[in-house]
């Protein structure tokens, strides 16, 4: 499955393949909701069921030696003042900006 999705202040779209089901859909919107994320569930809950159960994903601890090379500020390569701080803290990567906080 590929999807793709793009947003940008009062404006969302979202492209799902689904190749071995010959099947795609494409939706665009004036709005700055993720209301694509739900459509998308419901498209694929009714016309493509879980037939197997998902286990959710699992964390293990990240050694700080391990961490470092992902600890640093970030610059979003399309809103430049965007900027995204990953730091360290017991065993986890964290993740703050000024949009989501941490």
């Known amino acids: 499955m590929v999807l793709k999705g793009g947003n940008m202040p009062g404006y969302s779209s979202l492209m799902v393949l689904v190749p071995e089901q010959k099947t795609a859909f494409f939706m665009?919107?004036?709005?700055?909701s993720m209301?694509?994320?739900?459509?998308?569930?419901?498209?694929?809950?009714?016309?493509?069921?879980?037939?197997?159960?998902?286990?959710?994903?699992?964390?293990h601890q990240l050694e700080e030696k391990e961490a470092q090379k992902y600890v640093g500020l970030y610059q979003n390569t399309r809103v430049f003042a965007i900027r995204t701080h990953f730091s360290y803290e017991n065993g986890a990567l964290v993740m703050e900006d000024e949009t989501a906080g941490k």
Request: hydrophobic share 30%.
């Open 35 to 59: 209301m694509s994320l739900d459509v998308y569930d419901a498209f694929m809950d009714h016309y493509f069921p879980r037939t197997i159960t998902v286990k959710k994903p699992t964390y």
């Open 28 to 32: 665009s919107y004036n709005n700055d």
